[in-house]
């Protein structure tokens, strides 16, 4: 149910399979999505005809000599007779746990990307900064420059990375960046949000905004705004 998992899903549809999707969390691509989002997008993605099923995780393939579905962590089961697994990544941390270093779901950095020890550094997916973990190129490359400049005497310093994630699933496009959490109770000084929903045409907008700056949005459904909205967010 995440970026991929629903890309494959709809290339599937497109080859006139039924398709259905299988996501533990409680709404789909719920990295990138709050929950009015996830809503929205759950109702066009079965408007399409493709079976969703939240809050449990696979935990068995059934079948003997072939597959005929999964067993579902729930005790629910969905029948099938081909299964795609779209896992996302999962740091590999024994190394460094027996190593000694601190690890949570990652090797735990500093902003100059020091890990516990203060002769060991660690970049890219296996790498846990400020709580987030990015299962991206994109930050490894911007992690790995840092580095290179702490490395060399620098003074650079890695404060995280602002992500933008598109999906392209035939009409139910979506586009998210930045930090999309705030909803309309939050009611901090300098905060913003902004939200617009057209649930029944599978359309749902939002930007947050901090003392004017555009700091995430949400564009579900209509992405004639995208590029505006994603420049400001870059500026």
Known sequence: GGLLGLEAARGLLEHGLSVDVVH????????QLDAVGGAVLRRAVEALGVGVHLGSFASAVLGTRCVTGIGLAD???????????????????????????????GVLVDDELRTSDPHVHAIGECAQHRGTVYGLVAPAWEQAAVLADVLTGGQARYTGSRTTTRLKARGRDVAAMGDTAPDLADCEDGLEVLQWADPARHVYKK??????????AILLGDLSTVGPVTQAFDR
Do not use: I, K, S
């Open 24 to 31: 533990g969390p409680d709404r789909l691509m719920d990295l």
């Open 75 to 105: 005790g629910r089961t969905v029948d099938g007779d081909l299964v795609v697994l779209a896992c996302g990544v999962r740091p590999q941390v024994a190394l460094a746990r027996d190593a000694g270093l601190e690890v949570d779901r």
């Open 207 to 216: 930007l947050v905004v901090r003392d004017g700056v555009v700091t995430g």
